[in-house]
C-alpha cells in the first residue's frame, strides 16, 4: 500500500518544512504570510507600475493594459517589472506592501492624489476598466452578466489550476482519485464554455470585455493544449465553439504583445522579461538580446 492510501492525519498538522516530498512548488510555499526578507521594489517613469509573471493570472493584466493601449489611453502606459516567484520575490517587503497575500500580479497605480495599491488580477481588471471606461458593457443588465463571468473565473481557475493542473501535471505521485475529481469538473467547465460560446460570439454577447480578458489566458490555453501537456487527456479539441473563440481572440494584436510581457519561459521571442516603452516588443525580447543564445 502506498503512504498516500495508508495516511492517517495527525491531530495537530505541523509544517513538514524538511519534507522532500512536497513536490513542485514545495518550496516556495510556507504556512505563514507576510515578507520574509526586505526588498524595495523598482518604480519607473510611467502612471501604472505592474509586478508580475507571466503565469495565467499576470497575462489578464497584461492583455487589458495592451488593449487600453490600443484604444489610445495614455493614461493606461506602464513599467512592467519581473516578480520571479521561484525565487520567493513575491516575499520581498516592498512587493508585500502592494499585496499582502504575496503572490502576482501587483500594480500600484501613481496616478492618484496617494499611490493606488492593486491585487488579486479580477480586481485590477475591474479597476482599469472603470479608470478608463472600457471593456464592460454600459447596458446595466450587460454589465452584471460580465461581471457574473468574471467572478465565475476567479472561482473556477483554482480547480483547474490548483486542482487538476496541480495533481495532474506537478504533483510527486499520480493519485487517480484526485486526477478524476479535478478532470471532472475541469470537462465541466469546459463544456459550460462550450455551451455559452455556441449562443454568443463572446462571454457578453456581442462585446469584447473584461470577461474574455479574464477567462481567455486560463481556458484559452487549455483549449489550445498548452497547459499542463492535457490536451488530448480532456480531448479539448472536442470543444468546438470554445476552439472558435480561443482563436478569435489570440489573434488580437494587444493580446499577442500581451502574453510576451514578464515571461521568462518558452520561446526566446515570447519572453519579454521587462516592458517600459511600446518599443521594447521589438527590441527588448530575449531573441533581440541574446542572439547568440536564439540561434542555438
Ligand atoms: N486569485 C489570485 C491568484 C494569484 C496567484 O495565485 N498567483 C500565483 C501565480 S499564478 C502566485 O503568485 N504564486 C506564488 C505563490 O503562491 O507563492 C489572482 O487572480 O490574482
Not at 460570439?201 to 470577461?211: F, L, N, R, S, V
Request: with cysteine; aromatic share 12%.
Amino acid at each position: 500500500m502506498t503512504e498516500e492510501a495508508t495516511y492517517i492525519p495527525p491531530k495537530v498538522w505541523k509544517w513538514g518544512i524538511d519534507d522532500e516530498n512536497g513536490g513542485h512548488f514545495a518550496s516556495i510555499n510556507r504556512p505563514i504570510s507576510g515578507a520574509t526578507h526586505d526588498k524595495e521594489l523598482a518604480i519607473g517613469k510611467h502612471p501604472l507600475q505592474l509586478y508580475s509573471l507571466a503565469t495565467p493570472n499576470g497575462v489578464k493584466v497584461t492583455i487589458m493594459l495592451e488593449e487600453l493601449l490600443a484604444l489610445g489611453h495614455s493614461g493606461a502606459e506602464y513599467d512592467a517589472y519581473l516578480i520571479d516567484i521561484m525565487e520567493g520575490d513575491q516575499f520581498g517587503s516592498g512587493f508585500a506592501g502592494i499585496n499582502p497575500n504575496s503572490k502576482i500580479p501587483a500594480m500600484l497605480d501613481t496616478s492618484t492624489k496617494e499611490p493606488t495599491r492593486l491585487f488579486e488580477s479580477g480586481s485590477i481588471l475591474l479597476y482599469l476598466s472603470e479608470k478608463f471606461d472600457a471593456f464592460m458593457p454600459k447596458d446595466p443588465a450587460k454589465k452584471a452578466e460580465c461581471i457574473n463571468w468574471l467572478m465565475w473565473q476567479m472561482g473556477a481557475a483554482p480547480y483547474l489550476g490548483g486542482g487538476f493542473g496541480h495533481f495532474y501535471a506537478y504533483a510527486p505521485v499520480k493519485i487517480k482519485y484526485c486526477i478524476d475529481r479535478f478532470a471532472m469538473e475541469v470537462k465541466r467547465q469546459l463544456d459550460l464554455l462550450d455551451k455559452h460560446l455556441a449562443k454568443n460570439q463572446y462571454m457578453c454577447g456581442d462585446e469584447y470585455t473584461i470577461a474574455d480578458i479574464a477567462i481567455w489566458p486560463w481556458y484559452g490555453r487549455l483549449i489550445e493544449g498548452e497547459a499542463y501537456e492535457a490536451g488530448e487527456f480532456l480531448d479539448v479539441k472536442s470543444y468546438k465553439h470554445l476552439q472558435r473563440w480561443t482563436k478569435e481572440i489570440g489573434e488580437r494584436e494587444p493580446v499577442k504583445r500581451g502574453f510576451k510581457v514578464n515571461r521568462s519561459f518558452g520561446p526566446l521571442e515570447d519572453q519579454l522579461h521587462e516592458r517600459h516603452d511600446a518599443s521594447d516588443f521589438d527590441t527588448k525580447t530575449q531573441d533581440k538580446l541574446n542572439p547568440e543564445q536564439a540561434e542555438s
